[in-house]
């Protein structure tokens, strides 16, 4: 060994083990130390490791595992000898440079939050503002081809067919004539029907489309109290609050559909037929509908406040949940109440319907409950 130049320490009778990373052969080897730590097989040629690139590697109690960042990856050297494994690991000063020290970790574990945090932020901040920005700005044959979708969603649940009494038909589209008029809505953008299903609820969806349900109808007492939900509904159309909605609880994929077209495959069905049954809008939308449809009510010269009083005879003092009450995250029924009876007015225009077209209205759906 005196041709290697090295010092060859005493060898522990517990073998030391060298893999080279080549073959699986188990290999029992002597170590000799000088200017690099040189793995001596009997009858084989010397495998020369740096110092400079040995690491330490994951190992068993007992057994001092070894690798070399110029070996193959899965070369490994076991040392047994604790006396022999402390004379190589003295002479490997980046021994554990690889391995995370507790700044390290701390690097880690902040970054990490950092991560979670720019999440949130997004979720919270970068979602809604992309919503905001972009539900105007949708085409609008786009989102008509959103409503479409979602609108068979919404007849599979609610029934399949409008309600198509001619005479009830025939009141209803006068009645969301004056109102969609008022709002200042073009003519092809919006579409209206009756439901066929006890519930009483309203909503509109992506493409101006807006449905009232039967259940709705039977509760209202006259037509004030239905135009001030319609005027409501259309409040949401007008600002975009469809579209904003998708656009968010879509979030991401919603985005990325949009971006490349693919908005009315599943996600969008999904998302879509979702936040309609949900009929969910945030507390700042719904109050700006409501404030909407105050201003339709008096441009008609009709008052609010009936509205409001329908609302309330649905859901009670303290509003419902689920599919029996009018939008479940509406501001509390009687807070809507309290402004509307503020903003009430004495009558100064015409009905909006005459009160046999009323009764018409009130069997659109046909006489048998359903």
């Given at each position: 060994?005196?041709?290697?130049?090295?010092?060859?320490p005493?060898?522990?009778?517990?073998p030391?083990?060298?893999?080279?990373?080549?073959?699986?052969?188990?290999?029992?080897v002597?170590?000799?130390?000088?200017?690099a730590?040189?793995?001596?097989?009997?009858?084989?040629a010397?495998?020369?490791?740096?110092?400079?690139?040995?690491?330490?590697?994951?190992?068993?109690?007992?057994?001092?595992?070894?690798?070399?960042?110029?070996?193959?990856?899965?070369a490994?050297?076991?040392?047994?000898?604790?006396?022999?494994?402390?004379?190589?690991t003295?002479?490997c000063?980046?021994?554990?440079?690889?391995?995370?020290?507790?700044?390290?970790?701390?690097?880690?574990?902040?970054?990490?939050?950092?991560?979670?945090?720019?999440i949130?932020?997004?979720?919270?901040?970068?979602?809604?503002?992309?919503?905001?920005?972009?539900?105007?700005?949708?085409?609008?044959?786009?989102?008509?081809r959103?409503?479409?979708?979602?609108?068979?969603?919404?007849?599979?649940?609610?029934?399949?067919?409008?309600?198509?009494?001619?005479?009830?038909k025939?009141?209803?589209?006068?009645?969301?004539?004056?109102?969609?008029?008022?709002?200042?809505?073009?003519?092809?953008?919006?579409?209206?029907?009756v439901?066929?299903?006890?519930?009483?609820?309203?909503?509109?969806?992506?493409?101006?489309?807006?449905?009232?349900?039967?259940?709705?109808?039977?509760?209202?007492?006259?037509?004030?109290?239905?135009?001030?939900?319609l005027?409501?509904?259309?409040?949401?159309?007008?600002?975009y609050?469809n579209?904003?909605?998708?656009?968010?609880?879509?979030?991401?994929?919603?985005?990325i559909?949009?971006?490349?077209?693919?908005?009315?495959?599943?996600s969008?069905?999904?998302?879509?037929?979702?936040?309609?049954?949900?009929?969910?809008?945030?507390?700042?939308?719904?109050?700006?509908?409501?404030?909407?449809?105050?201003?339709?009510?008096?441009?008609?010269g009709?008052?609010?406040k009936?509205?409001?009083?329908?609302?309330?005879?649905?859901?009670?003092?303290?509003?419902?949940?689920?599919?029996?009450t009018?939008?479940?995250?509406?501001?509390?029924?009687?807070?809507?109440?309290?402004?509307?009876?503020?903003?009430?007015r004495?009558?100064?225009?015409?009905?909006?319907l005459?009160?046999?077209?009323?009764?018409?209205?009130?069997?659109?759906?046909?006489?048998?409950?359903?």
């Amino acid at each position: 060994m005196s041709e290697l130049s090295t010092e060859v320490p005493a060898q522990s009778a517990k073998p030391t083990i060298f893999f080279d990373g080549v073959s699986s052969r188990r290999r029992e080897v002597s170590l000799a130390l000088g200017d690099a730590l040189d793995i001596v097989e009997e009858g084989g040629a010397p495998v020369r490791w740096a110092y400079a690139d040995i690491r330490r590697a994951d190992s068993p109690a007992g057994i001092l595992r070894l690798a070399s960042t110029s070996a193959p990856p899965l070369a490994r050297l076991e040392i047994r000898d604790a006396a022999l494994a402390a004379d190589v690991t003295a002479r490997c000063m980046r021994l554990d440079e690889h391995q995370t020290s507790r700044r390290g970790v701390a690097k880690i574990v902040g970054w990490s939050v950092a991560a979670a945090v720019s999440i949130v932020c997004v979720v919270l901040f970068g979602v809604p503002l992309a919503a905001d920005r972009l539900a105007p700005l949708v085409p609008k044959p786009i989102e008509r081809r959103i409503g479409d979708a979602s609108e068979v969603q919404v007849k599979t649940i609610f029934g399949r067919k409008a309600c198509e009494d001619p005479a009830g038909k025939a009141a209803f589209t006068k009645l969301v004539n004056r109102l969609r008029d008022a709002a200042g809505l073009d003519d092809d953008s919006m579409t209206a029907g009756v439901l066929p299903t006890s519930v009483p609820n309203a909503f509109a969806l992506p493409g101006g489309k807006v449905y009232v349900l039967r259940g709705l109808v039977d509760k209202a007492e006259n037509p004030d109290e239905l135009a001030g939900i319609l005027a409501h509904e259309l409040g949401h159309l007008k600002h975009y609050d469809n579209m904003r909605g998708l656009i968010y609880n879509g979030g991401t994929s919603f985005l990325i559909g949009l971006l490349f077209g693919d908005v009315t495959g599943s996600s969008a069905v999904i998302f879509a037929s979702r936040s309609v049954v949900e009929a969910s809008y945030s507390r700042e939308a719904e109050t700006a509908a409501d404030t909407f449809a105050i201003e339709i009510m008096h441009k008609l010269g009709r008052s609010p406040k009936p509205a409001a009083e329908l609302m309330f005879r649905i859901t009670g003092k303290e509003g419902g949940s689920g599919l029996t009450t009018i939008l479940a995250s509406h501001p509390l029924t009687e807070d809507r109440l309290a402004r509307m009876t503020k903003e009430d007015r004495p009558a100064s225009g015409p009905p909006l319907l005459t009160d046999k077209e009323w009764q018409s209205l009130k069997l659109i759906c046909g006489s048998g409950k359903i």
